[in-house]
């Protein structure tokens, strides 16, 4: 069986722009035959809307709709728009994370009540009222992907309530699974991927000694590309993937292995 989804229906949320991991999966989607939906975050003087559509243009969404995951008016309009447009809905991924700067230095005890809230919201939370909108509207078979990091494991400098947010993804994902598998047979996975250079990863204090220490000690030497992400996001959302739901897949050069 070859990878292929020619026919399959994917709406991508979280592209920011050309290095976001996000818009390396939407790549590789549309590479498979993949017919895809684009979300962007709308600001008030639409920005990141024409900044996202020209980025896209390439890949030539079907749908593009404005989608802050604060907004549940602005969730449930996104999935009309599927069910109006798509009438289905084959895979969702789900690329959204945040936390203030403020969040990701010094103690993690100094964590605001406000700050581990609007972290948890945006990058845990979220999925959850994405999928409940969405299961109407999945196919048999369909596939959700979200992404996390060794940090919902480990702890790793200047992530704090990040990689809090991540481990209640990663738990959002197995809880997710053993709801949306029963009925449809949707699959819902996490790709944990190494450090990459982003807008999102550059807030993060010291990536670049991350990185650099990833290419160290990771038994590949390196660290890894949005195109690899994408690879492994496109082969979960294919049927290749029909048995695999409620892991943490490692794209990340074998770096998660190590005891140091």
Known sequence: ????????????????????????????????????????????????????????????????????????????EVFKAIGKQWGKLDGLVHCLAFAGKEELIGDYSATTAEGFARALEISAYSLAPLCKEAKPLFSEGAGVVTLTYLGSERAIPNYNVMGVAKAALEASVRYL???????KKVRV??????????????????????????????????TVTQKEVGNTATFLLSDMASGISGQTIYVDAGYCINGM
């Open 177 to 183: 699974s053993a709801e949306l598998g029963p009925e």
């Open 1 to 76: 069986m070859l990878l292929d989804l020619n026919g399959k229906k994917i709406l991508v949320t979280g592209i920011a722009n050309n290095r976001s991991i996000a818009w390396g999966i939407a790549q590789q989607l549309k590479a498979a035959g993949a017919e895809i939906g684009v979300t962007y975050l709308p600001d008030e003087k639409g920005r990141f809307e024409s900044k996202v559509r020209e980025l896209t243009a390439p890949i030539e969404p079907t749908l593009f709709l404005p989608l802050n995951v604060q907004n549940q008016t602005q969730i449930e």
């Open 189 to 222: 996975n996490a790709i944990s991927a190494g450090p990459i250079r982003t807008l999102a990863s550059s807030a993060i204090g010291g990536i670049l000694d991350m990185i650099h220490n990833v290419e160290e000690k990771a038994p590949l030497r390196r």
